[in-house]
């Protein structure tokens, strides 16, 4: 652990080091999502420019008047793409809605790919023309990153190092640039952001531009998590805990709402959930199946199991 509450591991000893360096970050990283189902990364690979980039273009975007980011909302496609307004979403055991607004990009496929009627176009963003564009290059830089960090957890699984390729090439993947306006008055009961898990297999965040970030211990207390500079923050989601029958963990996570005398500082936040493809079986991987952990989920398809989500924290009707 470190100052930052969460174990610390470099990618470039998995990228670029020896046996014994890709071996040693299998070993902690596993680790990591087994005991904590979080972790920090340094050397990720995400260029800073682009992430600081995207970070003002998204500033801009979420300046704009109400009626304009209206016009970037998309109805029909709970939420996936373009814009969804403050107070629409809320975590699955909560009836009060979050105190965010936020914007979606998903996959980028051409028009004859097999897999094109699941992927929306993504939404273009005129009023803010660097956004659409950079978005694009963030949402590829993260995959590239999330694919490293897979090809790592299969092989901490026992599987072969490319297991997950296939089913996260085109995969259903979701960037979203999150916006938790400056609090004007005592919220009743909400939070930025409810206690939740993440649906997806594993969710890459780049800092955030305001602290709150809190994660549910197994001795059941918050604990804060403050990534340095230039470091992402990756935890497990609820599909990868499903494939390994809750080997690995998805963490209980939340938002907190400052302290009162920092309630007029917005907080913007870009997390990048790394989806598989929708035919992606999650049935437990039979290695992950023990007399002292019994097999505790039904087969079901990543595809399912993101509808069945979306429609339990209010995105889809």
């Not at 490319?162 to 996260?168: E, R, S, W």
């Not at 230039?230 to 805990?241: F, H, K, R, S, W």
């Amino acid at each position: 652990m470190s100052g930052r509450n969460i174990p610390v591991v470099d990618l470039d000893k998995f990228k670029n080091g020896n046996d014994t360096d890709r071996k040693a970050f299998v070993e902690k990283l596993g680790k990591a999502f087994h005991e904590v189902g979080f972790v920090c990364v340094v050397n990720h690979g995400v260029p800073k420019e682009v992430v600081d980039n995207f970070y003002n273009s998204s500033k801009e975007f979420f300046s704009l008047p109400v009626e304009k980011k209206r016009t970037y909302l998309l109805d029909g496609l709970a939420g996936q793409r373009g814009y969804t307004a403050f107070g629409t979403e809320h975590a699955k055991q909560s009836k009060v809605a979050d105190l965010k607004e936020f914007f979606q990009i998903g996959q980028y496929v051409d028009a004859d790919h097999p897999n094109k009627e699941e992927y929306p176009d993504n939404v273009y963003v005129d009023a803010v023309p660097a956004f659409s564009d950079l978005s694009k290059q963030l949402y590829q830089a993260f995959e590239q990153s999330g694919a490293h960090l897979l090809r790592a957890i299969a092989l901490y699984l026992g599987l072969d190092e490319g297991y997950f390729d296939q089913y996260i090439k085109d995969g259903n993947s979701i960037l979203r640039a999150i916006h938790y306006p400056p609090i004007t008055h005592e919220p009743e009961t909400a939070i930025r952001a409810e206690q939740h898990e993440d649906i997806n297999l594993i969710t890459l965040l780049v800092g955030a531009s305001a602290g709150g970030l809190q994660l549910l211990t197994s001795d059941n207390e918050w604990l804060d998590i403050t990534p340095e500079e230039n470091e992402i923050v990756i935890n497990v989601g609820d599909m990868l805990q499903r494939l390994t029958n809750n080997y690995l963990k998805s963490t209980t996570h939340r938002v907190v709402n400052p302290p009162k005398h920092q309630w007029h500082i917005p907080r913007l936040s870009i997390p990048f959930f790394l989806h598989p493809r929708s035919e992606m079986d999650l049935t437990c991987l039979d290695s992950c199946v023990t007399e002292d952990r019994p097999i505790a989920y039904e087969n079901m398809t990543a595809g399912a199991y993101l509808d069945e989500r979306l429609r339990e924290i209010g995105l889809k009707k």
